[in-house]
């Protein structure tokens, strides 16, 4: 299929031109400037709500929980899981991988994981891309899925219109790793698993830190929500949470300054990319291994290295 | 402190001067190049062992076991924490911390963590730098302690001399997660939490994992060793697993290749980041942000903007 063939069929919401475009993605395939310039035109409607966590909170469990309230409300919706131990890319229990089964025949939902762990920077390149494509389909609402452990995760969900952070009860040390990163980029909690014991501790400890931060009075203060996914309880009022916080988002300006800052960080990841591989070559040829030959042997130091290379970059 | 007075006291292996000079990292401060400088000709000398694994598989109280191995063989020993969720970095149970503080009278321990999330790229770029202030302080052994969940975490873990991946059993998911792509990093496995239930499943089902990759005759088989970190069982055999491993890359030449690829990285980290920092210099004043703002408003795409960026930049 040539590029503006998939184009218009990506624009017309082609399952198979859709799996299609996101495998060109993964491969990080020379199609895709073609591509994106062709999808260009139809994005920029799609809300795009991150969900991260610890492992173990519920990610995949809240996630097709919300599939469902979304799907209530009449929306098509597409899921991008980049949680490697997200169920959807084939990480967790076969229990689980059945309950998303129920969303397989809903012409309203696609469901796509993300693999690609190929080079450094991987998943911050792949993803925007990967979302473009599902923007440009036409879904009304992109989940994005991701696990609240490292950065390059944390910073994926934390480009989303809404970021919605998980935690559970009963996870000590995993809600204290959350603390490093991941509340940061909250917009709104989920306490899932409400219905276990600590639920309400772990609703105080959010709360404090809530509280805790300073806020100008028309900031959005992220909003707490108890849920048990597993039984659908909670689900709506999580939705509504973030149906309330795009609608803050676009009455403040505030939307068009994430999704700025969203595109920023697309054009320098191209733009990083290129340059990247451009070393590559130019190690290759002139020296980036010999280069760090010596470095390695303690007979230059990285940034001596460096100047060379930018130098012969040009740059 | 000036940067020579800054090295000379590093390479003395003092220890104010090495938590400086790894906050000058964090900071990402520009007497960096002159410090690297300065450094470059003391480093080398170090063994760098990468501990990963899922949150909960004992991560911490494994490196702790494995400074006393260490020390137990009159080895020095740095521990550099990356992990947000380690002790170390302050972000775990009482308990946990209490337990590392018995290595703080010993003057052959130097533990450090890593908070840096500033900016993207941020751990892949500061890490490599602050093992190369360890290794020139003069460290036999440096233990850098990283989650074994985000894509930049395991990339970093696998590029020490030697990695070491952890599980343990009953953490169904968690193992799950671990094949996305922490297996592919390693060199030896430790089952930890041994005398928990489950522990021959784990081992099993690693056993399988390493069986099933086709290997030449003399390439190196990861070994898994059983452990029960907390009681030090098993560690004094893991540790000589990691010996095994490191005198097999010595023997082989793979130390030397290892190495080149560190620094081959370390160095492409630098260059990336400076074109990073004059990209958004080059933002301020002609244009990312306008450019961003087109390609949010789908009137550009990514491609397009990050042609223009890279003829700005005369690269």
Do not use: C
Not at 296 to 305: F, I, L, V
């Amino acid at each position: 299929m040539h590029a503006p063939q998939l184009v218009e069929r990506v624009r017309k919401g082609d399952r198979r031109a859709l799996a299609r475009a996101i495998t060109l993605v993964e491969n990080g395939a020379e199609e895709l400037s073609a591509i994106m310039a062709g999808l260009a035109p139809g994005t920029g409607r799609a809300r795009v709500v991150g969900f991260t966590g610890s492992p173990g909170v519920g990610k995949s469990t809240t996630t097709n929980a919300v599939v469902r309230a979304v799907r209530a409300k009449g929306l098509t919706v597409a899921v991008l899981a980049v949680d490697p131990s997200s169920p959807f890319t084939g990480g967790a229990l076969l229990g689980d991988r059945v309950r998303m089964q129920e969303h397989a025949t809903d012409p309203g939902v696609y469901i796509r994981s993300m693999a690609n762990r190929g080079h450094l920077g991987g998943l911050s390149w792949a993803t925007p891309h990967a979302l473009r494509v599902l923007d440009a389909a036409g879904f009304d609402v992109i989940l994005v899925e991701t696990v609240g452990v490292g950065q390059a995760e944390v910073e994926i969900a934390g480009r989303a219109d809404t970021t919605v952070v998980l935690s559970a009860p009963g996870m000590g040390d995993a809600v204290q790793a959350a603390k490093a990163g991941v509340l940061e980029v909250a917009d709104v909690f989920a306490v899932n698993k409400a219905d276990r014991d600590g639920a309400r501790v772990t609703l105080r400890e959010l709360r404090q830190m809530v509280a805790m931060k300073d806020r100008a009075d028309d900031e959005w203060k992220p909003p707490i929500v108890m849920t048990v996914a597993a039984e659908d309880e909670g689900v709506a009022e999580l939705w509504e949470r973030v149906e309330e916080h795009f609608a803050h988002l676009e009455a403040t300006g505030g939307l068009a300054v994430r999704r700025r800052a969203r595109a920023r960080d697309e054009v320098q990841a191209i733009v990083l990319e290129r340059l990247r591989s451009r070393l590559g070559g130019l190690g290759e040829e002139t020296g980036l291994d010999a280069l760090a030959r010596e470095v390695a042997e303690g007979r230059s130091d990285p940034y001596a290295a460096a100047e060379v290379l930018l130098e012969e970059l040009g740059a």
